[in-house]
């Protein structure tokens, strides 16, 4: 921990809520949940009892996994791409132990066609190595990356040639991808 860490990481956790809710969602929540402790405590619970009490959703598995244990995903992505079908083997390196398992992942594979045209399918994993397979009506594919806007609080390694990081450097629209394209190429 150190004090330094939990504001970001408290910010980037409602993040996820609001992606996990959908934006209209979490507005009404969070106007409830202020409405009802206006100038009052509170405790991380009853956010979820708002959740609840608005949306009837269990979440559960989400304030397990980002607010009651530690650890942060750490992926490792293997991608083959042929002509117009994609290959992806994602598999969850971080270290686990009796707190830390695998996480439950809401993850954005971001598809790029060479004329800048882009298609955003998502998935959620929850193993240890997830296979993730598709075709496509298309065979100009120019870059497939994973999570691009960084969504969630995760590492994220490819295995993949330079060639690969120039091209998300070069073509990717996500600002945070090309960052962490000059993270691994260092």
Do not use: C
Not at 14 to 33: F, T
Not at 128 to 152: C, G
């Amino acid at each position: 921990g150190g004090s330094a860490r939990h504001y970001p990481k408290g910010s980037f956790v409602l993040d996820m809520l609001r992606h996990e809710l959908g934006n209209e969602n979490y507005r009404k929540v969070i106007q409830v949940y202020l409405d009802k402790y206006k100038h009052g405590n509170v405790e991380t619970n009853n956010l979820y009892e708002s959740i609840y009490e608005v949306l009837g959703r269990n979440l559960d598995w989400f304030f397990d996994q980002w607010v009651y244990k530690g650890g942060e995903p750490v992926l490792q992505i293997n991608r083959t791409i042929n002509k117009n079908s994609v290959k992806l083997s994602i598999i969850q390196v971080h270290k686990k132990n009796d707190v830390i398992k695998n996480f439950r992942l809401p993850l954005d594979i971001h598809i790029q066609y060479s004329n800048k045209e882009e298609e955003i399918r998502q998935y959620t994993i929850t193993k240890d190595t997830t296979h993730i397979q598709f075709e496509l009506n298309r065979n100009d594919i120019v870059l497939v990356s994973v999570d691009p806007d960084a969504k969630l609080l995760r590492k994220i390694g490819y295995e993949s040639e330079i060639e690969t990081e120039f091209e998300i450097l070069k073509n990717s629209p996500y600002t945070l991808a090309r960052v962490e394209a000059v993270e691994r190429l260092k």
